[in-house]
Nanobody, 124 residues
Framework: VQLQASGGGLVQAGGSLRLSCVAS????????MGWFRQSPGKEREFVSA??????YYADSLKGRFTISRDNAKNTVYLQMNSLKPEDTGVYYC????????????????????WGQGTLVTVSS
């Protein structure tokens, strides 16, 4: 499975971006898809996960970020609204062939495949 993330860029605080992650190869709609991010000097942190139509978010991001999936396009999206400077970082999509419990999906070690990351910069 190969993952290609895109959609990052420079945006002002309060703005929006939509990230896309296209999966190719031996993909499955029954596994778990996740988004993580990493800011300079910080560890990679969980953003959101999708599994079988259910969504899960980091508590601090609820209400601003929305994850969705288009199975026909093998694509997972992350709609990010009301962006803040602290949202700046490299965003990675990840995939697992296992349908993890959503609470378990926050662990990056649960994922088998990773995209290359897309940079999001939010200016104040």
């Amino acid at each position: 499975v190969q993952l290609q993330a895109s959609g990052g860029g420079l945006v002002q605080a309060g703005g929006s971006l939509r990230l896309s992650c296209v999966a190719s190869g031996r993909t499955s709609s029954s596994g778990t898809m996740g988004w993580f991010r990493q800011s300079p000097g910080k560890e990679r942190e969980f953003v959101s996960a999708w599994r079988g139509g259910s969504q899960y978010y980091a508590d601090s991001l609820k209400g601003r970020f929305t994850i969705s999936r288009d199975n026909a396009k093998n694509t997972v999206y992350l709609q990010m609204n009301s962006l803040k400077p602290e949202d700046t970082g490299v965003y990675y999509c990840a995939a697992s062939s296992t349908a993890w419990a959503l609470s378990a999906s926050t662990n990056p070690n649960r994922y088998d495949y990773w995209g290359q990351g897309t940079l999001v910069t939010v200016s104040s």
